[in-house]
């Protein structure tokens, strides 16, 4: 129970059709695990219940939420609710992202449209949330922030919307903990790897014509630890320990949760 009597906002809680867990889902079943109460938030209603569900079925609390976290007054509602219902914010979780789901793409390829939605998705939306979170956290004295980046923002990354924002979100982590260290609010990043989830696997093997074992097994082969990619759950145990009591003393950090990718060079 490292959790016990927090409140949480997961923002993309639900997930992409496909075989497995992805990592919102995963992090909000592990918050509310570990006693959190969980505001589930998804443009999908459906596949936020059916987190909370999930949630509910192992005898947690959790609470559905449909936003478009691209808007503004969403967001600021997903926040009212919360507040609403249960008082306090103790934890932000950002979890939403898109790539070639978005129509990101390389740069000669990619449209004005595709790089505008990409933006939006991934980096306003982490923005506007912690906009609307940090005053709750700052008359709390207290907060953690995670917000889910990628490897994709320190390594070779074909495509330009997805590369540039996953690196504009660990900036703007640095400053969030920076800028609010004084009033015991703790701001983090994750940068998972190539992980085992149905956004990743899924949205490629339709993108590139190719079955999910073969897609799978090319992304297994990248991979320095046992050659073979993690999981959601890997990812929402970093983020545990991020919102946690054990990371009291955590903040600024950028966290890989790649496998070792990270340390390979040349």
Known sequence: MRLKDRVAIVVGAGQSPGEGIGNG??????????????????????????????????????????????????????????????????????????????????????????????????????????????PIMRRQQSGAIINISSMAAITTYPYVAYKATKSAMIAFTEQLAYQNAEFGIRA?????????????????????????????????????????????WDVANAALFLASDEASFVTGVTLPVDGGASVRRG
Do not use: Y
Request: with cysteine; glycine share 8%; aromatic share 4%.
């Open 25 to 134: 889902r995963a992090t909000a079943l592990t918050f509310a695990r570990e006693g959190a109460k969980v505001l589930c938030v998804d443009h999908h209603l459906a596949s936020a219940q059916e987190t909370v569900d999930l949630i509910a079925a192992k005898g947690g609390t959790a609470l559905a939420f449909k936003a478009d976290v691209t808007k503004n007054a969403e967001i600021a509602a997903m926040v009212a609710e919360t507040i609403d219902r249960w008082g306090k914010i103790d934890i932000l979780h950002n979890n939403v992202g898109v790539s070639l789901g978005g129509g990101d793409a390389e740069l000669l390829a990619l449209t004005e449209e595709a790089f505008d939605r990409v933006v939006a998705i991934n980096l306003k939306s982490c923005i506007l949330a912690a906009k609307h979170v940090i």
């Open 188 to 232: 983090n990043v994750i940068l998972p790897g190539l992980m085992d989830t149905p956004m990743a696997v899924e949205t490629r093997a339709r993108e590139f014509g190719k079955s999910r074992a073969e897609v799978a097994a090319e992304r297994d082969s990248k991979v320095p630890l046992r050659k073979k990619m993690g999981t959601a």
